[in-house]
C-alpha cells in the first residue's frame, strides 16, 4: 500500500494581506507578458518590446486615444457595476448585452419620434428615465420567473440578449435611413435633439464622470446599504432572508432592477452621449466582458476599475499593433486569454500554500 | 505587408507628399474589407506615401474616433470604405476642415456641401452585368444540353439588404443574363446582413430547392458559393473568384477596384486640386473588374462573348438599364420616373434619371440608385 | 516490536490504567503520533497522540470545537497532518485520500451528513464501490434491505434522499459503512439526530463489530451513551489529548470536568414561574406542507410567559412546522394564533410574515433547526450575521455595523464561543460553536416569546447546561419559552409543561416536575397517551 | 410551398454542431465545470482540424488517402480542444479558480486563437477571398450514403448527412446512458452534486473532473469540425461559425442535462433557428427579424413552462461552478 507521502500538499492560507496578494498579481502578469512575448516572437518573428511599446502607445500615445481609454474604461465598468449586485446575489445575469441594447433602443426611439418636439432640457432626462426602465424592465422580466418559479436565469438573461438584438434589428429596418441599407445612422444629426451637450469641451468627459460616481454609488450600495446586506443574504441562503424576514422575492426583482436599468443606462449613454445610433453590435460584448471584469475583481468596484483599465487596455492596444504591424487582431485576444489566465491562476497562490514533502523523517520514537 | 513603419522610410523624405489613412469595418480577413486594403496598400505603395489603416472599426461612435485618430496621425485624407460610417466621416470633416474625408459607398456628399468629404463608388453595374453574360451563356448551355427546358431557367440570387446597391447589382446581373438567355428568370431572396454565412447557405439552398439552376449573390460570406458546390449548382460569386473553394461550379465573379479612385483622390489631395464630391469608377478606369473565368464551369466561348459585350458597353452601344429591355409592372419606365438620389428618411424620389432611353446609374452621385422592381425578378422575402 | 508501558503504535501492548494495574493485552489498530493540524491561525490538533485497539470501543470526548473531528478526519483522509504520523498495524503510513483510508480499511460516519440529495439510498450505498461487473443497483437494492433486515434498521433503498427525515439519513449513513464493510470505524456524532430506539441498534451493532475485533471510535456529547457503549475515554481540550479514562473506572462528572478543564455542576434547575401570564395562544391550527400532507391537525394550546414549555415527539412529527408556523415561515391552512401582549391587547400572527410581526411590536426569537441553513449565513463572518437581526434599525439607507460587531465580541466573550475572531466565517467554526452564535444572537434581541428547536444538539455538555441556563434567565425575565427537544430526560428536568406532539396532533400536555418519561414516551407514539396516569390534561 | 423534408433535414444540420457541444457541455457540467470556455473551444477544434487538413492537403499533393483526410483533421481538433480542456481542468480544477472567468477568459482565447490562426492560413494561402478552402478534405467529411438521393424525402430526412452527424446522434446517446445506466456515469453525477460526499467516498475526484472536461471538449470541438468540414464545405472564414458556442451551453440547461433530450431539442433549436428562411414569402425584411427571435422565445417559454414543474432532478448539478477543495468546510 501507499506508504509516500505525496510530493506537495495544498492547505489553504489565512489571510495573506493585499500587499503580499498584489505582489503574486504583479508577478503573474509580468510571467504573462514574459510567455506573450515569447509567443509573439515565435508566431510573428516581431521583436516583443516594440510591440508591448505601440500597445501602450495605442492606449495611451496621446490626450485623444487617453479620452478614448476613458470612455472605454467607463462604459466596461459601468457594465460591470450594473452587473456586480446581481451576481453578489447568485443570479447569473449573462443578460448585459441585451439590457444595454434595450435601453439604446429606447433611447434612439424617443430621439427618433419625439426629438423634434421636446427641448433637449426635457428631451434627455426622458430618455434616461427610459432607458433605465427598459434596461431595469428586461431584467426584471427574468428576475420575476426566478422569483416566482425559480425559473433558471443563465438560460433566460441568455436568450433574452438575442430577444433584445432581433427587437433592435427589427426596428433599425423601421428606421433605416435610406430604406434597405440597414442602418440608421447618425440620429439627428443635424437638430442634435436627445444629445448630451460636451462637458467643458470634452465629448466623454461626461460618460467618465457619471461612471466614477455610479463606482462610488454601487460600492457604498454593496457594502454599506441596507439593500446590499438584504441581496447578500439572500444570495448566500435564501432560507435564512426569509427567516430574518426579508422578501426574497421582491429582493430578487428589485436587484435586477437595479442591474439592468444600469446597463440600460450605459445604452442611454452611448446613444445620447457618444455614438448617436443604434446598431446591434452597440453593446459590443460588453455585456460578457463585465462579468469577467466583475468576477476578475471579485465584486470589488475598485478593483473593477482595474480589471476594466487591464481589458480595454489590451483590446486598445491589440488595435494599435494590428495597425501599426499589420498583425491580425486577434492576436490581441490571444494575448488577453494568456494574461487573464496567468492572472486568475495567481489567485490559487494567494489562497493556497503550497507544501513540499517533508525531508526524510526519523523513525518513530518510542514513548 | 507593408505598415504605416515599413513604407514610411521610402516615403517620409518626400516633400509634399501626405499620409493617407484607412479605416475598415473588418480587416483582411473578410472578403470586403480585404479589397479595399489591397488597394489601399496599392495605391499609397505607387505613390510612395505613408499610410496608416485601422481595422475592425465599427459603424459608430468608434468611426469617428478613428478617424480623428488618424488627424492626429498626421494622415491629410481619410477613407472609410463601409457604408455605416458615412455619418461618423461627416462629423469628423466638420470638425477637421483641413484634411480630406473620402467615403466609398456613401451616398451624402452631394448633398451635405463640404468641401472635404467626398463619395466614391463604381458602375458595378457594368461588371454585374457583364457576370450576367456569362451566366446567361451557361443557362443557354444547360438547354442545349436538355439539363433543363428553356422555361426553367431559373436564376437565384442571395442579396443582403432591400438597397439599392443590391437592387441595381441584381437587376443588373439580371439583364444581362437576359440578354443572352431570353427565358431567365429570377428569384431574390434577403439575407438582411452584409455577412451571414448561415443565413447565405441556406439562402442558396432555398433557391436551389425552389427550381434555381444557377446562383449568385451579394453578400460577403462563403455561404452561397459553398452551398452550390455542394449542390453541383453553376455560381456566378461576387467581390473575388471562389474558384478554390468551389472549382466545380464558380464561374466568374465581378469586383471593385478600388486603386484608381484611391490615387486619384490622394494624388488630387497632394496637388491641392479639388477633389470630385462623387467619383464612380467604370470599366475604362478599372474600377469595375472580373475574375478570372473559370473555364471548367463557364459555357464555351463565354470569355469571347463577354469581351464583346464590354466593348459594347465601353463604346456606349449598350447600356445597361436600357428602358427598352425590362418592364415595370408591365409597363416599360418612362422620361418622368424620379429616382431617390437625395438621400432622406421618407424615401422621397427626387430626381429625372431616365433619359436618352436608359437609366442613368450613378450618374447624379456615385452610389447606386436604381430601385426598380422588374418584371421576371421575383422577392422572396419582401413586399415594398 | 514488543514493549513494555505504553502505547508504542504497534504490536501488542500492555496498557496501564488509573491505578498503575496492566490491564488488559491489545492491538492497536491506529496510532496516532504527535498529530498537529492547524487552519491558519486555529491550531485544531496540537500534538496529538492517540491509539485505537481492534476489540474495543473508544469514545472521543471534547468541548465543541476541541478538535474531534479533525482529528478523526486525518484518519478517514480527509485532512492531511501538517506534523505528526499516523500508524496502522504498526506500519507508518500516509493516508492522502479517503480512498487510501478506505484501502486501509477505515470507515467513517461523518459529522456532517455525506449524502447526494438527488439520489436514492441505494444509490448512495453503492457510490465509489468497485465492484464487478456492470452497474446494478437491483441487486445492490437487495444486499441493503438484507443488511437492514440483519440489523433491524429501517431504509427504503429506492428513496430519494431528499426524501428523508434526518433520522432517515443518518440511517443511510449507518447502513452504507456496514455495506462496504470497515476494520476501523469511526463515527462521528451518528446520534445526534437518532431516536433512542435507533440509537439502540445502532449500538449493538457497534457491540457486534467490537466483538469481531474491530476498532470503533465513536465522537458524542451524550455522556450517557459514553458509558453504556465506550470501553475507553479519550478526551481533548483545546486541540489536545489530555489523558484517557476507562469508562468502568469513571463517571460523568469526571468526564466533564476533565473536558472542560475545570470543575462544573451539571444539574439543571427549574426556577418555579413567576409570571404565568398567557403570551401565545394557539387555536385549531392546521398546516399542510407543500406536497400537501397535513403536517400540524387542529393544535391548540397556550403558551405563558415565564415559562417553558416543552414539545416533545418524535421527529418529523409537525415540530418544525408548530414553530415555523409561529414564527411566520409556514403557511397555515387555518386556525388562529394570537400574542397576548403584558397590557393584554391581543395580536393575531397568522398571515404575517416575520418582518411584520417584528413591525407589530412582537418581539420574537427563533432558534431553527437547521442553523446554518436557516438561522445564520455560513460564509458571513459573526459581525454580519449579528446583524441578521438588526440591520432594519434607524431609518438610514445605511446599515449600522458598529452595534453588531459589538455585540459579536460580547456573545463570544458571555458565551466562550470558540473562534479567531469576529471576522471569521461563521461556515469556518464547529457545529456547537455555530450553535452558540445562533442562541446568543437570538437572546440578545431581549424576545418576549423565543422558540427553540433542538438547542443542544450537537453542543457539548457544558454548552448545552450553559443553554438551559441561559433558558432559564429568560424565562424568569417572563419570556414565553417554547422548547422543542430530543431529550426526554432534558425535557423532564427543563420544562415546566411538556406539549407532546403525535402525528401532528396534540397527544396531551402534562406537567414537567410531575410526568414520567415512560408515559411521556407513550403520548408520542400513540395519540392521547391511551392510557396516561402522569400528569394532568390540559386545555 | 414549405418543404417538410428540406427543412428537416437542414434542421437536422443545423443541429448536430450545437448537439456536439451541449453534449459536451453536460459532461463537464455533470461533473460539476461550468465550462463557458465551450464557445472558445469549439473554435479551437474548428481551427485546429483545419491546421491538420491543411497541412496534409498541402502535403499530400493531391493524391489524399480517404482515411488520412478524415483522420488528421479529426486527431487535430481532438488534440485542438484537448489542450483546451486541459488548460480549463488545470486552472480550475488543480488551481481551483473561478470558473466563470476562466471560461470566458477561454471564450476570448479561443475564438482569437481561431481567428487568428484562420488568417494566418489564409494569408498563406493567399486566396482572392479571404477564406481557407479545403474541398477535398471537406469532401470526404460530407460524404452521405450513396443510396439516400433514391430515397426521396426518407432519404433527405435520414439519410443525407455526413458520417459526423451520426457520430453526434452517436455519441449524444451513449453519453446519455453512460451518465445514466453505469458506475461512472453514478460517480460522475455524485461529483457534479457533491464533491465531499464522492470524495469521502473514494472516488478520485481530481482524475474524473479532468476527464469528464477533457471529454467534454473533445466532444464539443467536434462541433467546430463538422461546421467547417461539413456544413461550411471545408470553408474556414472567421467568425463565421458565430454563437453557437453559446447557444450550446444554453441547450444544456433547455436540456435539462439529458443529451438523449438534446438530440431532439438541439434539432428543433436548429429549425427555429433557420425557420424565418423557410417561412412564406411576402413577409418584409423587419418582421423576418422578428422570426430569427422564435428560437429564443420558444427556449424562454419551455425554460418557463419545465420551471413551474420544479423537479429536484431537473436542477443543475448541485455544485456545479464551484471548486473543491477537500479541507475546505
Ligand atoms: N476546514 C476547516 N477550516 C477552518 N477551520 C477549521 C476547519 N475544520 C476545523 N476547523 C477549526 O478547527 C477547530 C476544531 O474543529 P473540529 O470540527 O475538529 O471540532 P470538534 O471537536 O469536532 O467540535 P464539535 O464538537 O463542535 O463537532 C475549530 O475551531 C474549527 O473552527
Ligand atoms: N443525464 C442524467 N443525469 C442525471 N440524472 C439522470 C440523467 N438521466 C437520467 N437521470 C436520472 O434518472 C431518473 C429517471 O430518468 P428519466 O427522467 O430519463 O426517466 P426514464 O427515462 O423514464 O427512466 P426509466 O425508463 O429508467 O424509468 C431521473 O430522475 C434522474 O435522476
Ligand atoms: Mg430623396
Ligand atoms: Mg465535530
New binding site residues.
Given amino acids: 500500500m501507499n506508504n509516500k507521502e505525496p510530493l506537495i500538499h495544498i492547505t489553504?492560507r489565512a489571510d495573506i494581506g493585499w500587499k503580499k496578494a498584489w505582489v503574486i498579481r504583479g508577478a503573474a502578469i509580468i510571467t504573462a507578458l514574459i510567455i506573450s512575448a515569447i509567443a509573439v516572437t515565435l508566431a510573428t518573428g516581431l521583436d516583443p518590446f516594440s510591440v508591448y511599446g505601440k500597445m501602450f502607445e495605442g492606449a495611451f500615445g496621446s490626450p485623444r486615444k487617453m479620452w478614448i481609454l476613458g470612455k472605454e474604461i467607463a462604459f466596461l465598468l459601468c457594465v460591470s457595476l450594473a452587473l456586480t449586485p446581481a451576481f453578489k446575489m447568485k443570479f447569473w445575469n449573462l443578460g448585459g448585452e441585451g439590457q444595454i441594447l434595450i435601453g439604446a433602443l429606447v433611447t434612439s426611439a424617443i430621439m427618433i419620434y419625439v426629438g423634434e418636439s421636446l427641448p433637449n432640457g426635457a428631451l434627455i432626462p426622458l430618455m434616461f428615465i427610459a432607458a433605465a426602465g427598459a434596461g431595469a424592465i428586461w431584467a426584471g422580466i427574468p428576475a420575476f420567473f426566478k422569483a416566482k418559479w425559480n425559473t433558471n436565469e443563465t438560460l433566460f438573461t441568455l436568450m433574452m440578449n438575442y430577444v433584445a438584438i432581433q427587437l433592435v434589428a427589427y426596428y433599425i429596418i423601421i428606421w433605416e435611413v435610406p430604406k434597405g441599407s440597414g442602418k440608421v445612422g447618425i440620429i439627428n444629426q443635424d437638430s442634435l435633439a436627445g444629445w448630451m451637450p460636451d462637458l467643458a469641451g470634452q465629448k466623454y468627459l461626461f460618460v467618465i464622470l457619471l461612471v466614477a460616481l455610479m463606482t462610488i454609488g454601487i460600492h457604498v450600495y454593496l457594502k454599506y446599504s441596507k439593500h446590499g446586506y438584504e441581496l447578500t443574504v439572500v444570495g448566500e441562503s435564501r432560507n435564512t432572508a426569509r427567516y430574518v424576514g426579508i422578501k426574497v422575492d421582491s429582493v430578487i426583482i428589485r436587484t435586477l432592477l437595479l442591474s439592468g436599468g444600469m446597463c440600460g443606462i450605459v445604452g442611454w449613454m452611448m446613444v445620447s452621449s457618444t455614438d448617436h445610433t443604434i446598431t446591434t453590435t452597440l453593446a459590443g460584448g460588453r455585456g460578457f466582458m463585465g462579468i469577467m471584469v466583475s468576477w476578475l475583481a471579485q465584486f470589488n468596484p475598485v478593483a473593477m476599475i482595474f480589471a476594466s483599465l487591464l481589458l480595454v487596455f489590451m483590446q486598445r492596444g491589440a488595435a494599435e499593433i494590428s495597425t501599426a504591424f499589420q498583425l491580425n487582431q486577434s492576436f490581441g485576444d490571444i494575448i488577453t486569454g494568456i494574461i487573464l489566465f496567468f492572472l486568475i491562476g495567481s489567485e490559487f497562490f494567494i489562497n493556497y500554500r503550497i507544501h513540499m514533502r517533508h525531508k526524510e523523517k526519523e523513525g518513530t520514537e518510542n514513548v | 505587408g507593408g505598415g504605416s513603419s515599413d513604407s514610411g522610410s521610402s516615403a517620409s523624405s518626400n516633400e509634399g507628399k501626405i499620409k493617407a489613412g484607412f479605416i475598415c469595418l473588418h480587416d483582411e480577413n473578410s472578403t470586403y474589407d480585404l479589397n479595399f486594403i489591397n488597394a489601399a496598400k496599392e495605391a499609397c505603395e505607387e505613390l510612395g506615401i505613408q499610410y496608416e489603416i485601422k481595422t475592425n472599426i465599427p459603424e459608430g461612435q468608434e468611426c469617428y474616433d478613428a478617424a480623428a485618430e488618424l488627424v492626429d496621425a498626421g494622415c491629410g485624407i481619410i477613407f472609410a470604405d463601409s457604408f455605416g460610417h458615412e455619418d461618423y466621416m461627416i462629423q469628423a470633416a466638420k470638425e477637421f476642415t483641413d484634411v480630406q474625408f473620402c467615403h466609398s459607398t456613401g451616398t451624402k456628399a452631394h448633398t451635405e456641401g463640404l468641401d472635404n468629404y467626398h463619395n466614391a463608388f463604381a458602375a458595378i453595374y457594368d461588371g454585374r452585368y457583364l457576370a450576367g453574360v456569362a451566366a446567361g451563356m451557361k443557362l443557354n448551355e444547360m438547354i442545349e444540353k436538355g439539363d433543363i427546358k428553356a422555361d426553367e431557367a431559373k436564376i437565384g440570387y442571395v442579396g443582403a439588404f432591400t438597397y439599392a446597391e443590391v437592387i441595381s447589382g441584381y437587376t443588373s446581373f439580371f439583364l444581362g443574363a437576359r440578354s443572352i438567355c431570353e427565358t431567365a428568370t429570377m428569384e431574390v431572396t434577403f439575407t438582411g446582413s452584409w455577412y451571414d454565412e448561415t443565413a447565405e447557405k441556406e439562402g442558396a439552398n432555398k433557391l436551389m430547392n425552389n427550381g434555381c439552376v444557377l446562383i449568385s449573390q451579394h453578400a460577403d460570406s462563403m455561404g452561397a458559393p459553398t452551398a452550390c458546390e455542394k449542390k453541383g449548382v453553376p455560381n456566378v460569386s461576387y467581390n473575388g473568384s471562389t474558384v478554390e473553394a468551389c472549382p466545380n461550379t464558380f464561374i466568374v465573379s465581378s469586383r471593385i477596384d478600388w486603386t484608381p479612385y484611391y490615387k486619384d483622390a490622394i494624388t488630387k489631395a497632394m496637388n491641392g486640386e479639388k477633389i470630385d464630391a462623387d467619383y464612380t469608377g467604370t470599366l475604362e478606369t478599372g474600377s469595375v473588374q472580373l475574375t478570372e473565368i473559370n473555364e471548367k464551369v463557364a459555357a464555351e466561348g463565354t470569355a469571347d462573348k463577354i469581351k464583346e459585350v464590354e466593348a459594347d458597353l465601353k463604346a456606349g452601344k449598350v447600356h445597361v438599364f436600357d428602358t427598352k429591355t425590362f418592364k415595370v409592372e408591365g409597363k416599360e419606365v418612362g422620361e418622368d420616373h424620379k429616382a431617390d438620389v437625395d438621400t432622406d428618411k421618407d424615401y422621397k424620389p427626387d430626381t429625372e434619371v431616365v433619359k436618352d432611353g436608359y437609366f442613368h446609374e450613378s450618374e447624379f452621385r456615385s452610389a447606386p440608385y436604381f430601385d426598380l422592381q422588374i418584371d421576371g425578378i421575383k422577392l422572396l422575402d419582401t413586399k415594398f | 516490536m514488543d514493549q513494555l508501558a505504553g502505547p508504542a503504535g504497534a504490536g501488542p501492548c500492555l496498557f496501564l490504567t488509573k491505578g498503575g494495574l496492566l490491564l488488559e493485552n491489545k492491538t492497536a489498530a491506529v496510532s496516532m503520533r504527535g498529530i498537529t493540524?492547524t487552519?491558519?491561525s486555529?491550531?485544531?490538533?496540537n500534538n496529538v497522540d492517540l491509539d485505537i485497539y481492534k476489540g474495543e470501543i473508544l469514545s472521543?470526548l471534547?468541548?465543541?470545537?476541541?478538535?474531534?473531528?479533525?482529528?478523526?478526519?486525518m484518519l478517514s483522509g480527509i485532512?492531511f497532518p501538517d506534523e505528526g504520523q499516523i500508524l496502522i498495524d504498526g506500519k507508518p503510513v500516509t493516508i492522502s485520500s479517503p480512498k487510501e483510508a478506505f484501502d486501509f480499511g477505515i470507515g467513517m460516519i461523518h459529522?456532517h451528513f455525506k449524502l447526494v440529495d438527488v439520489f436514492t439510498a441505494v444509490e448512495n450505498i453503492v457510490l465509489g464501490l468497485k465492484e464487478e461487473g456492470k452497474l446494478d443497483l437491483e441487486k445492490a437494492a437487495k444486499r441493503v434491505q438484507d443488511i437492514c433486515d440483519n440489523y433491524g434498521f429501517d431504509v427504503d433503498p429506492k428513496k430519494k434522499i431528499y426524501d428523508m427525515s434526518v433520522s432517515e439519513k443518518q440511517t443511510v449513513e449507518i447502513v452504507k459503512v456496514l455495506y462496504r464493510g470497515a476494520d476501523i470505524l469511526i463515527l462521528?456524532?451518528p446520534t445526534a439526530v437518532l431516536t433512542p430506539q435507533e440509537t439502540d441498534k445502532l449500538f449493538a451493532v457497534l457491540r457486534n463489530m467490537k466483538d469481531d475485533g474491530k476498532a470503533v471510535v465513536i465522537?458524542t456529547?451524550k455522556l450517557h451513551e459514553v458509558e453504556v457503549l465506550s470501553d475507553r475515554v479519550a478526551v481533548?481540550r483545546k486541540?489536545e489529548n489530555i489523558g484517557q479514562l476507562i469508562t468502568k473506572e469513571t463517571n460523568a462528572q469526571e468526564m466533564t470536568n476533565m473536558m472542560v478543564g475545570r470543575e462544573v455542576t451539571l444539574n439543571i434547575n427549574r426556577p418555579e414561574p413567576l409570571f404565568s401570564s398567557p403570551r401565545i395562544r394557539i387555536e385549531g391550527l392546521n398546516v399542510k406542507s407543500d406536497d400537501g400532507v397535513m403536517k400540524l391537525k387542529d393544535v391548540s394550546f397556550t403558551a405563558n410567559a415565564g415559562e417553558i414549555l416543552g414539545i416533545a415527539g418524535i421527529s418529523g412529527c409537525g415540530q418544525k412546522e408548530l414553530l415555523e408556523a409561529i414564527a411566520g415561515l409556514q403557511d397555515v391552512e387555518s386556525g388562529s394564533i394570537t400574542y397576548i401582549s403584558d397590557d393584554g391587547s391581543r395580536e393575531e400572527l397568522i398571515g404575517m410574515d416575520p418582518q411584520k410581526i417584528a413591525d407589530k411590536g412582537v418581539a420574537l426569537s427563533f432558534v431553527p433547526e437547521d442553523r446554518l441553513g436557516m438561522g445564520l449565513v455560513a460564509s458571513m463572518d459573526l459581525a454580519d450575521n449579528m446583524m441578521l437581526r438588526s440591520f432594519r434599525s434607524g431609518k438610514s439607507m445605511l446599515t449600522d455595523r458598529k452595534a453588531p460587531r459589538a455585540l459579536a465580541e460580547q456573545i463570544v466573550h458571555d458565551l466562550e464561543i470558540?473562534?479567531?475572531d469576529i471576522n471569521?466565517p461563521v461556515?469556518?467554526?464547529?457545529?456547537?460553536?455555530?450553535?452558540k452564535v445562533l442562541v446568543g444572537r437570538e437572546i440578545a434581541s431581549a424576545p418576549t416569546v423565543l422558540l427553540s428547536a433542538y438547542v443542544v444538539r450537537?453542543?457539548?455538555i457544558n454548552s448545552s447546561y450553559t443553554i438551559y441556563d441561559l433558558l432559564n434567565q429568560q424565562k424568569e425575565k417572563g419570556v414565553a419559552v417554547i422548547f422543542v427537544g430530543e431529550d426526554l430526560d432534558v425535557l423532564l428536568e427543563l420544562c415546566d409543561r411538556i406539549l407532546v406532539l403525535c402525528d401532528g396532533r396534540v397527544s396531551g400536555i402534562v406537567d414537567g416536575p410531575t410526568a414520567d418519561k415512560h408515559g411521556v414516551g407513550m403520548m408520542m407514539t400513540s395519540l392521547g397517551g391511551d392510557h396516561m396516569d402522569g400528569g394532568e390534561m390540559h386545555e | 410551398m414549405f418543404d417538410i423534408a428540406t427543412f428537416l433535414s437542414r434542421a437536422v444540420v443545423q443541429s448536430i454542431p450545437l448537439l456536439l457541444g451541449c453534449t459536451g457541455e453536460t459532461i463537464s457540467e455533470k461533473s460539476g465545470s461550468l465550462n463557458l470556455g465551450i464557445p472558445g473551444v469549439m473554435y479551437v477544434g474548428g481551427i485546429s482540424g483545419v491546421i491538420g487538413a491543411f497541412l496534409y492537403e498541402q502535403s499530400s499533393g493531391g493524391n489524399m488517402n480517404p482515411v488520412l483526410a478524415i483522420l488528421i483533421p479529426m486527431l487535430a481538433c481532438l488534440i485542438g480542444s484537448l489542450l483546451m480542456g486541459l488548460l480549463f481542468s488545470f486552472l480550475t480544477i488543480t488551481l481551483r479558480v473561478n470558473q466563470n472567468v476562466t471560461g470566458l477568459a477561454m471564450t476570448t482565447f479561443g475564438v482569437g486563437f481561431g481567428n487568428f490562426f484562420g488568417g494566418s492560413l489564409i494569408k498563406l494561402t493567399g486566396s482572392d477571398v479571404p477564406s481557407i478552402a479545403l474541398s477535398k478534405t471537406s469532401h470526404y467529411f460530407s460524404k452521405h450514403l450513396p443510396f439516400a438521393d433514391d430515397l426521396g424525402w426518407v432519404g433527405k430526412i435520414f439519410f443525407s448527412y455526413g458520417f459526423l452527424a451520426y457520430a453526434a446522434i452517436a455519441i449524444a446517446v451513449i453519453t446519455a446512458f453512460i451518465l445514466k445506466r453505469t458506475r461512472t456515469g453514478l460517480q460522475i453525477r455524485a461529483i457534479g452534486e457533491s464533491p465531499a460526499t464522492a470524495d469521502a467516498a473514494g472516488i478520485n475526484i481530481t482524475k474524473y473532473k479532468y476527464l469528464c472536461v477533457c471529454i467534454g471538449c473533445m466532444i464539443a470541438g467536434l462541433g467546430g469540425l463538422y461546421y467547417v468540414m461539413d456544413y461550411a464545405s471545408g470553408v474556414w472564414s472567421n467568425d463565421a461559425f458565430g454563437d453557437r458556442g453559446w447557444l450550446a451551453i444554453a441547450l444544456v440547461i433547455f436540456t435539462i442535462w439529458r443529451p438523449n433530450i438534446a438530440i431532439f431539442a438541439s434539432i428543433l433549436f436548429g429549425g427555429l433557428y433557420i425557420l424565418y428562411l423557410f417561412v412564406p414569402t411576402g413577409s418584409n425584411l423587419a418582421v423576418k427579424e422578428l422570426y430569427k427571435m422564435l428560437p429564443y422565445i420558444v427556449t424562454i417559454i419551455v425554460l418557463i413552462i419545465t420551471g413551474m414543474r420544479n423537479k429536484r432532478e431537473n436542477q443543475p448539478p448541485e455544485s456545479l461552478g464551484l471548486p473543491y477543495f477537500r479541507?475546505?468546510?
Fill in positions: 489553504r | 493540524k487552519f491558519g486555529v491550531v485544531a490538533n472521543l471534547g468541548e465543541n470545537g476541541s478538535g474531534k473531528t479533525t482529528l478523526m478526519n485532512y459529522q462521528d456524532e465522537i456529547h481533548l486541540g470558540s473562534t479567531p471569521t461556515r469556518k467554526l464547529s457545529g456547537g460553536n455555530v450553535q450537537g453542543l457539548d | 479541507e475546505e468546510r
